[in-house]
């Protein structure tokens, strides 16, 4: 197919005007740009443009990782891990090289409605010559065995920690006792879990949110729709959009918040005049949610992951080195093929206090002798019914889940909306134009805290930051990440049935 002239001359318009020095691309691209084919030659020029255009204006998006010498594809932790059998498997090869093709345009769409206005033709036209160009480029590539070679070794995703930190950090560890203090706040979480087993929430200052109202939904339905969604050389569920907003409504939680100020009302994330990081309007009630999945025993689950957002967590005494502008919890439910619930857990946005609430269907693995942090479950949870949905309790300012209970139905006037997770890559700013809320390092800018100073023993890159999917390293003594491929297979057995 011979490429469009308008698109053409765009493209080598854009090359013409962007500035030299760009840097060195690994082969097979930098074939691609030498290549004796015009059109060929053209779409490896129209991702090198929009790559410097992107770089330049600070827009990239760091959800998923690109592959180095493959601009067209992004990977994230849960295809990296189906690497070795698309080793084996034609068919898995190419729908690997497909779904990361799909992730790259995800992100380049919203790199390219991020672009100041001008830099770039409507959004439609550019998004299907980078399409178009994308899978050209894949079909290239994967007629080469040289370049599936490199493509299969390339595709994986850097972690979130450093390792030179990491040793120079060696020294004040011996002095400091990190692994304790892990523990200690392990310990009061247990105690205000027991705690919350013996309070009410009718306090007045707990106030109760629970998710829009809609149409139940059966299990056997889910059963269904999964196994049908299934059906792909992966294994993954491909969920339609209408299946998913009705499945992410299905397993929503309540939420029982202490509120004792603003700092406690979640809400909508939005940019206001002049300003370099986003803020919570507390009028929106908005929870944030999408899909993940996770490798069990070869078999991929469907998960489920929600995000609310606080303005801040205030400082709790002076000098506290956790406030900082932002807070949050990320909770995630992992579904069984019946559609039954098997475990939930828990993060803040900063990857930080990572929890697991398993029901009887997820049993607890040993932890290996030489891992310090492993899995810290706080509370177990009965079967969750049909009909039935977790209610989390949150205390006020630290933003600490401190209780869970088993609710039935929407058990709350407060009803919150749930809104998809992309909107926060691509968020309208009153100035004009659009912006990320993350940077393109992954992290909500402005949310650093004081204890990437305390944590930098860890390594984690900017401790404390809020991150973006994809980005959550969670273990402050190891290496952990949120969305690990094999997170629950190492630690739990599954009843799947």
């Not at 854009?14 to 779409?43: K, M, N, W, Y």
């Not at 600070?58 to 932790?77: C, E, H, K, M």
């Not at 400091?176 to 009061?188: D, M, N, S, T, Y």
């Amino acid at each position: 197919m011979r490429p469009r002239p308008a698109l053409a001359a765009l493209a080598a318009g854009l090359v013409a005007i962007l500035a030299a020095g760009c840097a060195t691309l690994e082969a097979p691209f930098d074939a691609h740009l030498e290549s004796g084919a015009q059109q060929v030659r053209g779409c490896a020029e129209w991702f090198r443009a929009l790559d410097e255009r992107v770089a330049a204006a600070g827009t990239r998006d760091a959800q998923d990782a690109p592959v180095p010498g493959f601009p067209y594809l992004r990977v994230n932790r849960l295809l990296a891990a189906l690497r070795p059998m698309a080793m084996s498997n034609e068919h898995a090869l190419h729908a690997l090289a497909e779904r990361m093709l799909v992730l790259d345009l995800e992100a380049r769409r919203y790199e390219i409605m991020n672009l100041p206005a001008g830099q770039l033709p409507e959004l439609r036209v550019a998004l299907q010559r980078t399409q178009e160009c994308g899978g050209l480029l894949r079909e290239i590539d994967l007629a080469r065995p040289e370049s599936r070679a490199a493509l299969l070794r390339r595709a994986e995703v850097p972690d979130d920690y450093r390792l030179a930190s990491r040793i120079l950090g060696l020294y004040w560890l011996t002095r400091i006792p990190f692994a304790a203090g892990v523990r200690q706040q392990e310990e009061e979480t247990r105690a205000a879990f027991r705690r919350a087993s013996l309070d009410s929430d009718g306090s007045t200052r707990h106030l109760r949110y629970a998710p829009e109202p809609g149409e139940p939904l059966a299990r056997t339905s889910v059963a269904q729709m999964l196994e049908r969604a299934s059906e792909n050389p992966l294994g993954i569920p491909e969920l339609s959009e209408e299946n998913l907003s009705a499945l992410l409504a299905a397993y929503a939680p309540s939420f029982s918040i202490e509120v004792k100020g603003d700092y406690d009302r979640f809400g909508a994330l939005r940019w206001l005049r002049d300003t370099d990081s986003p803020s919570v309007d507390g009028a929106q009630l908005a929870v944030y949610g999408h899909p993940a999945w996770t490798r069990y025993e070869g078999r991929m689950l469907l998960q489920l992951v929600y995000t609310l957002w606080f303005p801040e967590r205030p400082p709790q005494s002076e000098g506290d080195l956790l406030a900082g502008r932002l807070d949050g919890i990320t909770w995630r439910v992992t579904l069984a093929p019946d559609g039954e619930p098997l475990v939930y857990d828990a993060i803040h946005p900063c990857g930080c206090y990572h929890q697991f609430f398993p029901t009887p269907r997820a049993a607890a693995r040993p932890a290996p002798d030489s891992v310090e942090e492993w899995m810290f479950s706080p509370r177990a949870l009965p079967r969750i019914a049909q009909g039935e949905r977790p209610l989390v309790r949150i205390a006020s300012g630290t933003h600490y889940i401190e209780g869970i209970a088993v609710v039935g139905g929407t058990d709350s006037l407060v009803r919150y909306e749930l809104r998809p997770y992309g909107e926060l890559r691509s968020l309208l700013r009153y100035s004009g134009g659009r912006a990320s809320v993350f940077g393109p390092d992954g992290m909500v800018p402005g949310t650093e805290r004081a204890e990437r100073f305390v944590f930098w023993p860890m390594g984690i890159d900017s401790a404390g930051a809020m991150r973006q999917w994809g980005r959550h390293a969670t273990a402050f003594v190891g290496r952990r990440h949120f969305d690990d491929a094999d997170l629950f297979e190492q630690r739990f057995r599954f009843e799947l049935r």
